[in-house]
């Protein structure tokens, strides 16, 4: 009963953390808020949280990183992929030998290899933590498709890079070209399993509906499995689950242009994935406020702790480790941005010059969070010899402490360096939803014309017409005030039963040619799934009135 009772402590800090960080007198993130109540409730509880990284894994990141996948704009994910790549790839293994040699000259008592394991598992920014500031802070909607689509593809090339830096602390032997194959499997073989089993599963539940039908909830909970069986598919053949969870993600925005799931499935799956995602991002990060005090007697005992030195000794190395990320990052970025300019000069191509807050904002953005918790926990306890693994319980904490300062360094910071900050014009969304909803409009209007009427019974012939016309008149009336302001005809009160009836009719025909319009137009790229998928939502919820 103990665990049982700690879980509903998480889970009613989730809830009250929600409310506390409205009614506090100043701003505050959310995930510290957070953080504190798991703090708070390790500190009431006798019998804690035993975090057993792979079950983390299994449980919490799957489905956060198939959501993010899925609603992560496939627009600018592509319009900025060498960008994405570049922080992804190139940062990470930047990162990682940077920090490795700064810890290493911070800490000297860490073996080398273990400095650089925790540079590695430090390296890649975690897309549930950005997300959370995000909500927060004022970040420009480009700039946070690249620090998401990033987040989603870092977690990769860190966790290969921290997995051959234990192997080397362990053997005392490291292999470039070995890595490297590993990284490509790793990553190439998760994608692959990723969008395999999205499109199979897919195809299987489409036959099998049309076929023998389904349970309304059945499309729901298929699509709640999914990432689950993509990542544990993905480890099972030593492959990458996560970049499985993400490219399933990713795959299934592709299926669902198909239209092929009904309105009602639409929105009830909408609710119930805002649901998980904002109970697993709350107790992730309740989890690590749980584990903290923990950690922090643990590091307090560590033998590579030098003498004299106390928890402010801890913290201050681990603020001077999340520094030196943000100066790392903002190395990488300005660097890369200069390259990036003079490629284009030599192609007498017009280029942006971004003001310099845009590149600290970028930087201060590099958030760490649970994926760095999960990792770091599965440092071995013991070397081949049986000795125990130098430096464990001080690398838990320092990934701990700065996972902490980067969500506070990226609070406080963020809104400073972005304010007042002018930017370059985004695509004008406001006439891309316009055009949208005109097109549907126009084709609402046909099919409402083309739309033959449905038998009426207890109605005579002249009646039945009438009523249909008004019926008609009253939808197309809807669609019209889109277009010129028109307004609606009212129904007659002695036939309303029947009138309610047509108008379900042709309403219903009506938001079906709606909505192949726009899928049709999302499939050719004439609007972005952003767009789509809120004008989708809007058709969703007005059919689920007459279904």
């Known amino acids: 009963m103990d665990e049982v009772g700690i879980v509903l402590a998480m889970l009613l800090a989730v809830v009250a953390s929600g409310y506390l960080v409205r009614i506090l007198p ?78 290493h000259w911070l800490i000297p008592s860490l073996p080398l290899a273990v400095s650089f394991a925790l540079a590695a598992i430090l390296a890649p920014t975690d897309p549930v933590a950005v997300s959370s500031i995000a909500a927060r802070v004022p970040i420009p909607p480009r700039l946070m498709h690249i620090l998401e689509g990033e987040s989603l593809l870092n977690d990769a090339s860190g966790l290969v890079c921290f997995r051959f830096a234990v192997a080397a602390a362990l053997t005392g032997t490291f292999s470039l070209g070995e890595a490297t194959l590993t990284f490509l499997w790793v990553a190439l073989a998760g994608i692959a399993i990723g969008v395999g089993l999205t499109v199979a599963v897919s195809a299987a539940q489409r036959i099998l509906a049309a076929r023998i039908g389904e349970e309304s909830g ?107 990320l943000i100066l790392l990052r903002f190395i990488w970025v300005w660097v890369s941005l200069r390259l990036t300019l003079l490629a284009a000069r030599r192609q007498q191509q017009a280029v942006y010059r971004p003001n310099p807050r845009l590149i600290l904002a970028t930087s201060l953005a590099g958030v760490r969070g649970a994926i760095t918790l999960a990792g770091v926990l599965t440092l071995p306890l013991a070397m081949p010899n049986g000795t125990p693994f130098p430096g464990r319980d001080l690398v838990i904490f320092l990934a701990s402490a700065v996972i902490v300062a980067s969500l ?37 209007l046909e099919a409402i014309a083309a739309t033959p009427p449905p038998p009426t019974a207890g109605c005579d012939l002249e009646g039945a017409a009438e009523m249909h016309a008004s019926a008609a008149d009253q939808v197309r009336s809807l669609y019209q005030y889109r277009l010129d302001g028109g307004t609606g005809t009212g129904i007659d009160p002695d036939r309303a039963r029947a009138a309610e009836s047509a108008e379900r009719h042709y309403r219903l025909a009506a938001l079906e040619q709606e909505r192949a319009v726009l899928l049709r137009m999302a499939r050719h790229n004439q609007l972005s799934d952003e767009i789509a998928r809120k004008l989708l939502r809007e058709i969703d919820l007005v059919e689920a009135r007459y279904r």
């Open 26 to 103: 100043f701003a505050v993130p959310l995930p510290l808020v957070q953080i504190a109540l798991g703090a708070a409730i390790s500190g009431t509880t006798s019998h804690g949280v035993r975090l057993e990284p792979h079950i983390f894994f299994l449980l919490f990141l799957p489905p956060l990183l198939f959501l993010d996948g899925w609603r992560i704009p496939k627009v600018g994910l592509f319009r900025d992929r060498s960008t994405i790549l570049e922080l992804a790839l190139g940062l990470v293994l930047f990162t990682v030998i940077g920090a490795g040699f700064l810890i």
């Open 408 to 444: 506070v360094l990226a609070s406080v910071g963020l809104p400073r360096v972005l304010r007042g900050l002018e930017l370059p014009a985004e695509p004008a969304h406001e006439s891309e939803e316009d055009g949208a909803r005109h097109a549907a409009a126009l084709a609402a």
């Open 218 to 324: 059945s499309p729901i909970l298929v699509n709640l499995l999914l990432p689950f069986g993509a990542y544990l598919a993905a480890e099972h053949v030593a492959a990458s689950g996560i970049l499985a969870a993400v490219a399933a993600g990713i795959t299934m925005s592709y299926v669902e242009l198909s239209g092929r799931a009904l309105a009602t499935t639409r929105v009830r799956r909408a609710v119930v994935w805002d649901t998980v995602q904002f109970s697993l991002n709350g107790i992730m990060f309740v989890l690590l406020g749980e584990q903290l005090p923990a950690i922090v007697k643990a590091a307090l005992r560590a033998p590579e702790l030098p003498a004299a030195h106390d928890v402010w000794w801890l913290l201050g190395n681990a603020l001077a480790i999340s520094v030196g």
